[in-house]
């Protein structure tokens, strides 16, 4: 049942906000961008598309805010799991801060602080990372016991936590408040924005390649022409995609709600609260208590929402909403006394991982989407709105957006509704969980399988799954452990899972400290250093390149030079964008011709065979057919990655091994590394052979025919002499030999030369980005990659503060285990203490260094390049010459340096 919120609630709102179309004009016919939504999203980007010069008209159905905007709590923190996060989160509060300076218009920001109560030692370790990371942002915040939280809170009971941390840069904000003064900014500086304009379409066209972009949009007052839309529609962003032709979005709206208490005394002033044991939080809001929470079982609005849901709210369900009424009255005695003032429930947007949909639409060339914030739109919307106008005016955000990109997602997780409704009810149902390094999802599982997923399994597999593909993490003996259809938590009419064995093997990783599974993936990760090893990574991204202008666009798209006359070389190459950060890493195998065989097609001319990591393939690929798109080249990419299986045999007894499987020679004369070649195994048919890997060993990746991958494998077994091993063992392996791994070691705000990269990069000719590139090797750089090693023994993951001489110079973007070397290693970019000032080698080496890691600095041992194999004497076979030489050039690198996890 709906009911229109009270008079007094919604009067001011509208009051203010309505001025704002008087000063927009009459609509348009044409406009820069055209931005749909008039919420904190759409009246953020509008602000941020102004401040740069941007001609821009907002459209919004209704009135502003009137969608989830107004009845949202408007919480600000500031400490987030993530750099990208907390540095969004930083550009909103200083947007927010700043308006009424800026604009005479305040935005109702008030800076009141932040605490995360704590009841648990791994939720207290959780909060002391989150508090040394944030050092590395110049976030200020402390670990509290529970008598001082108390007293920096007295209306909290001591006895009903054990610790918290507190987070004073943290707030809130009024989103009509601040919606009208980012409107008044932007319409002050040429924009223009409409309340009462429903887009009836979005235009779309074909351009000279075929493909859809777009031409304008419908209103019913008329046509605006416009090449670029921003979908700001938030829980109806999915209609909006309608608008332009496509299926929808992965989102799911559903019902959250919060309550206003009576009027408290003493509580006015004190900081917010989160309490994530309890999955509720507090927002101070004058004399009240504003309280709500994720439940296990929220109202799921699985057939969407009415267009003309304006300011209105459902009925609060007590049935769902009191599970956090018991541990809100605990923690806060007062708020257990107080009488309830009024309560919100409201329609919000959900996605699959809990983040918004940001980026161009891969499908719609001019569409690009900013809306699905999961209840966090007031944090994040003006940090996101100022990456969202780089996006549109540069191409590409200025920070490394993969999380938040649409195109974290493929076509084939978007299209299934099963998948999407499974992980968005996970995501908001374990929104306030601890977020522990190795967790798994439950739901959304078995999307897609690879050829062997069975026999794996079988074979004692525990899978993980990255990008919807299930994979092997690690092998167990003597059972066999599947991954459990989700349950709902028992909710909705499922029955609860009785067989939790998948769970408990869960369970081990839920820890800050040495995963209880680490012995395990030792032993397989010592198997591929020692013996050999078989890991199953099909599910990499696998892409076929041809067409008359196959090789303009390679030469165009990566930094590696592919003109080169071997038509069986194997060549390792980034993949920029414009402003010179890498897009991708990834291999690339020169095919001149072929016999008509999936691993080798016929094609005219040059073609190129493209293996790319799996959990960024669909971005990869969308931005290889961007670049060809741009520039209007007569090329072809034909996605493969579901009809080629790999498997990959690793370590200094595969080539015995596999030479007992086929007539082919191997050795390094016959078959050098970073080359390819057709080749039969044990008589199942023809494969492509490549001799690379990413585990830094002498080894083979068989790219077979999806049909014959079950039949190679049993070959594989009869012969034997390996064990199966999976990807927890294979990431470390490539941790410790010092190859990269894309969106953690490298990421698109990384230039090839802060990374380490620059010898894949091409002096002669053009790619994209080059001119980037030829600067940074001319000027110098103003981070370095470099790794660093812990003889404490301490877990590194990622995100722990780097302080070089006692002064935070960097974080850890990779952390993981190095068996062979018995250390923690870790890869960081450190900058120069003085700023503006290049980083050398010698000023790396210059330094002392420590690690943060659970609020204890541990002394690190900073090596330029990777201490094992620096000679690349491995990957030949070579074994008896292995000695450790860091300062070697290309030390640590060599065909596959990373990036294909």
Sequence with gaps: MLRVINAYKSSFRISVLQKRNASGGSLPSQADVVIIGGGIAGCSTLYQLARRGIKAVLLERAKFTSGTTWHTAGLVWSLRPHDVEIQLLAESRKVYSGLEKEVGQASGWINNGGLFISHTK????????????????????????????????PLLDPKAMQASLLSKSDGTVDPAMACAALIKSATSNGCQAFESMPVLQIQTGANLLGNMEVKGVVTAQGVINTKCVINCGGAWGGKIAKYGGLKGLPLLPMKHAYVVSESIPGVRGMPNVRDHDGAFYFRIQGESICMGGYEGNPHILEKGLPDNFEFQLYELDWSVFSSHIE???????????????????GPESFTPDHKPLMGEDPQLFGLYHN????????????????????????????????????????????????????????????????????????????????????????????????????????????????????????????????????????????TFGFSKHHNKIGNEAMQCRNDAALFDISYYGKFYLTGPDAQKAANLIFTSNLEIDQSDKIVYTC??????????????????????????????????????????????????????????????????????????????????????????????????????RPISVGGVG??????????????????????????????????????????????????????????????????????????????????????????????????????????????????????????????????????????????????????????TGAYLKEGEYEIDSLGVKYKATLHLKSPF???????????????????DEHSGQNERSGGCE
Excluded at 454 to 463: C, P, R, S, W
Excluded at 608 to 632: E, W
């Design 122 to 153: 791994v939720r207290t370790d959780e909060y002391t990372r989150l508090s040394s990371f944030g050092k590395a942002f110049g976030i200020e915040s402390e670990i509290l016991d529970a008598e001082e939280t108390a007293r920096r809170f």
């Design 869 to 887: 194999d620096a000679k690349n004497q491995r990957i030949l076979g070579n074994y008896e010459d292995t000695k450790t030489n860091p300062e």
């Design 686 to 839: 023809p494969c492509r052979a490549l001799r690379v890997g990413w585990a830094g060993e002498l080894g083979w990746e068989l790219h077979i025919p999806a049909a014959n991958m079950a039949a190679t494998y049993d070959e594989l077994v009869k012969v034997g002499g390996w064990k199966h091993a999976g990807w927890r063992a294979l990431t470390s392996l490539s941790a410790e030999k010092g190859y990269h791994l894309w969106n953690a070691d490298v990421r698109a705000d990384d230039s090839p030369i802060e990374a380490g990269l620059g010898f894949t990069c091409r002096k002669d000719g053009y790619y994209i980005g080059k001119e980037h590139v030829d600067r940074i090797r001319t000027e110098g750089t103003m981070k370095k990659y470099a790794y660093f090693t812990l003889d404490e023994k301490t877990p590194l993951f990622g995100m722990e503060t780097v302080y070089r001489n006692g002064e935070v110079c960097g974080f850890v973007r990779r952390g993981d285990y190095a068996y062979y070397l018995d250390k923690s290693i870790g890869t960081a970019y450190v900058k120069h203490q003085e700023k503006d000032t290049p980083v």
């Design 371 to 510: 809306c699905a914030y999961n209840s966090a739109g007031m944090m994040y919307s003006p940090g996101c709105a100022n990456q969202m106008a780089d996006w549109v005016i540069k191409g590409r955000p200025s920070l490394p957006m993969f999380t938040f990109d649409i195109r974290r997602f493929s076509p084939t997780q978007i299209s299934n509704e099963k998948w999407l409704k499974e992980r968005s009810h996970e995501a908001y149902a374990r929104n306030y969980d601890v977020v522990c390094p190795h967790d798994e999802h439950l739901g959304g599982r078995n999307l897609q399988l690879a050829p062997l997923h069975d026999q794996l399994v079988n074979a004692g597999a525990i899978m993980q799954e990255r990008a919807g593909w299930e994979r092997p993490a690690f092998f167990i003996d003597g059972d066999v452990i599947p991954v459990p259809k989700y349950d709902y938590y028992g909710y909705y009419g499922h029955k609860k899972n009785t067989d939790k064995r998948y769970e408990h093997m869960l369970n081990g990783d839920h």
């Design 575 to 676: 993949a920029l964008n414009e402003s010179g950060g890498v897009e991708a890493d990834l291999t690339v195998s020169i095919i001149d011709n072929g016999t008509g065989k999936l691993h080798e097609p016929i094609f005219k001319g040059r073609g190129f065979y493209i293996v790319s990591s799996g959990f960024s393939a669909y971005q990869t690929l969308t931005h290889m057919r961007k670049v060809i798109n741009s520039k209007g080249l007569k090329a072809n990419l034909t996605d493969v990655t579901t009809q080629i299986g790999i498997l990959s045999l690793q370590g200094p007894n595969s080539q015995v091994i596999l030479q007992k499987l086929t007539d082919s020679g191997l050795s390094n004369d016959a078959f050098p590394v970073s080359t390819h």
């Design 327 to 345: 541990g809100a009255s605990k923690l806060c005695p007062a708020f257990a006394k107080s009488g309830i003032k009024s309560t919100v429930c």
